[in-house]
């Protein structure tokens, strides 16, 4: 309820499905795999949060000997009432959500952050006063595409490593919380230890910035 402070029957839930089964097969819902459903006021009680327990899904299914990736998955079909078997083996080729789900799965500050769009890297929220004609910079007003810098996959994962460290600095003592919240508000991510972006192994494995699709009416064209 939006006219309510409680969300208690609020709900984030995570399907899969693969690729290889066809277009006519993708389209039908009972071909759809909905391994976890969770309340939020359950997953708001883990530290790192929902982002957490998909790190936590995704590892169980992409990395090590026995996952998908690499033992793969028996699909037993018929083919003119003969029984067959094929091994699929998955790679994690796209991820789609909302504005909402991707703010939790990646820590993302959103679409009213000083950073509101999720891909480009010098996009700056409407009137912070950081476009920049001479440095390059953006507001997300811009009707002008080729001004638009994209992230790569590097300097993405650069950001998401100096919010971590300032983090850090900060549990050490080393840096103020306001230096702390300046990293974080440049930065638009706030990626907690044990969330989906801190796990190096995960993002050696998956592109996320690249997999991650968005929904372009609730980010980009928010103004």
């Not at 690729?19 to 359950?42: M, N």
């Not at 909402?100 to 993302?108: H, R, S, V, Y």
């Not at 500050?109 to 953006?138: Q, T, W």
Request: proline fraction near 2%.
């Amino acid at each position: 309820s939006k006219m309510s402070s409680q969300h208690r029957k609020t709900n984030m839930f995570l399907s899969f499905n693969f690729y290889e089964v066809g277009a006519d097969a993708l389209e039908s819902d009972s071909t759809w795999f909905i391994p976890i459903v969770v309340r939020e006021e359950v997953y708001n009680q883990v530290e790192g949060g929902w982002s957490r327990l998909l790190r936590t899904f995704l590892r169980y299914v992409l990395l090590g000997e026995l996952s998908m990736s690499r033992a793969g998955v028996i699909v037993q079909y018929k083919v003119d009432l003969n029984q067959r078997a094929f091994n699929l083996k998955t790679t994690l080729q796209g991820l789609l959500t909302d504005r909402e789900g991707l703010g939790k799965c990646l820590e993302w500050n959103g679409h009213a952050s000083m950073r509101p769009c999720f891909v480009s890297s010098n996009c700056f929220k409407k009137d912070s006063g950081m476009a920049s004609e001479e440095l390059g910079y953006i507001d997300i007003s811009c009707d002008t595409p080729a001004a638009i810098r994209l992230w790569t996959t590097a300097r993405w994962n650069n950001l998401i490593d100096k919010v971590l460290e300032a983090k850090s600095q900060r549990e050490r003592i080393l840096i103020g919380v306001g230096q702390l919240k300046d990293v974080i508000k440049s930065a638009g991510f706030s990626p907690t230890p044990f969330g989906l972006l801190a796990d190096i192994e995960l993002r050696a494995h998956c592109d996320f910035l690249h997999a991650w699709s968005y929904d372009i009416m609730h980010t980009t064209f928010q103004d």
